[in-house]
């Protein structure tokens, strides 16, 4: 059964660093596109980057560009999310989905991925 876990979400002061992991089981993650997107308390979710399969290319949000680093480890089956320079902001519970067959891999949309995580809260406070 394909299956997306996220980890890794915690408390940290503005300016600190977090590193959310994607574990996925049921499937090889090495030739799908994964996306991260969160979701602050009465927003709409935002997509915050993608990978694409293979190639391994990135796509960020401009509200996280040039702070967040997305990555994949195919030996572990796993995608990670960087997080650094952390602002209030940020907070957000953090999910990880699987991009739907034919999709475009820059996609930030969530209606364009499926197969979401159950997510990890990041909370930046000071």
């Known amino acids: 059964q394909l299956q997306l876990v996220e980890s890794g979400g915690g408390l940290v002061q503005p300016g600190g660093s977090l590193r959310l992991s994607c574990a996925a089981s049921?499937?090889?993650?090495?030739?799908?596109?994964i996306g991260w997107f969160r979701q602050a308390p009465g927003k709409e979710r935002e997509g915050v980057s993608s990978?694409?399969?293979?190639?391994?290319?990135?796509n960020y949000a401009d509200s996280v560009r040039g702070r967040f680093t997305i990555s994949r480890d195919n030996a572990k089956n796993t995608v990670y999310l960087q997080m650094n320079s952390l602002k209030p902001e940020d907070t957000a519970i953090y999910y990880c989905?699987?991009?739907?067959?034919?999709?475009?891999?820059?996609?930030?949309?969530?209606?364009?991925?499926?197969?979401w995580g159950q997510g990890t809260q990041v909370t930046v406070s000071a």
């Open positions: 049921g499937f090889t993650l090495d030739y799908y596109n």
């Open positions: 989905a699987l991009l739907r067959y034919g999709r475009f891999w820059e996609s930030l949309k969530d209606f364009d991925y499926t197969d």
């Open positions: 990978i694409r399969g293979n190639s391994g290319e990135t």
